[in-house]
């Protein structure tokens, strides 16, 4: 395999590292978020972000090499217009049927307008 430039090499490095980022903040969001409203946030974000800056980082790749395919650019597409549609449809079938939030109900303020006579 041939020497690639280094500044290619930096940002297919530095892609990865913030791939890698977005995926360990959606595991920690599954792992902290107390109920599905809230944990249906992070696998979104963590899989459009992360997985599609590998696949970005994949596509620099094989074209500095003279491998240039179009899977990479079709799988991050197929992510980027699959994750939102899922994560809206999984929150609909949610709120259909439900699903207790831990958010819970904002408190009053004892000065608001209804507080006052």
């Given amino acids: 395999m041939n020497a ?4 290619l090499d930096a940002a297919i490095a530095l892609l990865l590292l913030v791939s890698a980022f977005f995926l360990l903040v959606g595991a920690l969001g599954m792992l ?3 109920d599905f409203f809230q944990r249906l946030h992070a696998p979104t974000k ?3 972000l992360g997985v599609g ?3 970005i980082a994949s ?11 179009v ?3 079709l799988i991050t597409l197929f992510i980027f217009i699959t994750a939102p549609v899922s994560a ?3 929150a609909k ?10 958010a819970g109900q904002p408190e009053k303020r004892a000065d608001s307008a209804e507080a006052q006579p």
């Fill in 71 to 73: 899977h990479e650019l």
């Fill in 4 to 7: 690639l430039h280094p500044v």
């Fill in 93 to 102: 079938a949610a709120l259909h049927l439900k699903v207790e939030s831990g």
């Fill in 88 to 90: 809206n449809l999984l």
């Fill in 59 to 69: 596509m620099l790749l094989g074209a500095a090499t003279g491998r240039f395919g």
């Fill in 53 to 55: 800056g590998v696949l």
């Fill in 46 to 48: 963590a899989s459009t």
């Fill in 32 to 34: 902290r978020f107390r």
